[in-house]
């Protein structure tokens, strides 16, 4: 069974500011962790993904995640916030093993003020 | 490849009728997923298709909802009685059996029943 957690509904930064966005997950086999984005009136975009190797992994748009696994975590980040980021991120799971069914998180709203 | 591609993107319809949403995967994707977003209830995976077979419908909601794929270029989701509560964005999305490939979705159906 797998599961993850989203903390923060929303989440509001400022123009210029580090964003971060948490994800925790739990998976009974090694996990594949991804990370998406979707503006509004459109479909899940990928923004980046951990499969194996080295656990900082950079996406597009400058957002990247580490996978920490003692943490359970797969929080993104991005240094300085842009209007264009505005939008919602879905941290989701894979199991790297048996039934490959992706498991989404509830979603966090990402609000950037000028 | 033009993505994944779904119609149409907005249906608005009347209480009792049938819908029906279309989805065209990716080439040589092997799965497809139907999902559905609501705000209450966030991204829930309504049913899955690997190589065109039907592996796990507990998603979906009730006997009103069915899904069929007749090939591997082509599926359907179908609403028939369609309720007010059936409003919500449908989405498909299509991956390889490759581990630790991403789901890509569609632009979604924006399904709206009066």
């Known amino acids: 069974a797998q599961s993850v957690t989203q903390l923060g509904s929303h989440v509001s930064v400022s123009e210029g500011a580090l964003v971060l966005l948490r994800c925790n997950y739990s998976?009974?086999?090694?996990?594949?962790l991804f990370w998406y984005v979707q503006y509004p009136n459109q479909g899940l975009q990928l923004l980046l993904k951990?499969?194996?190797?080295?656990?900082l992994v950079k996406g597009i748009n400058g957002f990247e995640a580490e996978f920490k696994k003692s943490e359970t975590s797969f929080h993104l980040t991005k240094p300085s916030a842009h209007m264009s980021d505005a939008a919602e991120y879905f941290c989701?799971?894979?199991?790297?093993?048996?039934?490959?069914?992706?498991?989404f998180g509830r979603g966090t709203s990402l609000i950037v003020h000028p | 490849d033009a993505g994944v591609i779904q119609s149409p993107r907005h249906e608005v319809t009347e209480m009792g009728q049938e819908v029906t949403l279309r989805c065209k995967p990716i080439?040589?994707?092997?799965?497809l997923f139907w999902y559905r977003q609501t705000m209450m209830r966030g991204l829930e995976l309504l049913i899955y298709?690997?190589?065109?077979?039907?592996?796990?419908d507990s998603g979906m909601p009730e006997d009103r909802f069915s899904a069929k794929m007749p090939n591997a270029s082509f599926s359907t989701l179908k609403i028939q009685p369609s309720e007010p509560r059936d409003s919500a964005v449908y989405f498909c999305?299509?991956?390889?059996?490759?581990?630790?490939?991403?789901?890509?979705f569609g632009q979604g159906t924006r399904l709206t029943v009066v």
């Open positions: 999305a299509s991956s390889s059996r490759d581990r630790g490939t991403e789901a890509f």
């Open positions: 998976s009974s086999v090694p996990p594949y």
């Open positions: 951990y499969t194996t190797g080295a656990t």
């Open positions: 989701a799971v894979s199991p790297s093993g048996g039934s490959y069914i992706p498991t």
């Open positions: 080439s040589g994707h092997d799965y």
């Open positions: 298709f690997n190589n065109n077979v039907p592996i796990d």
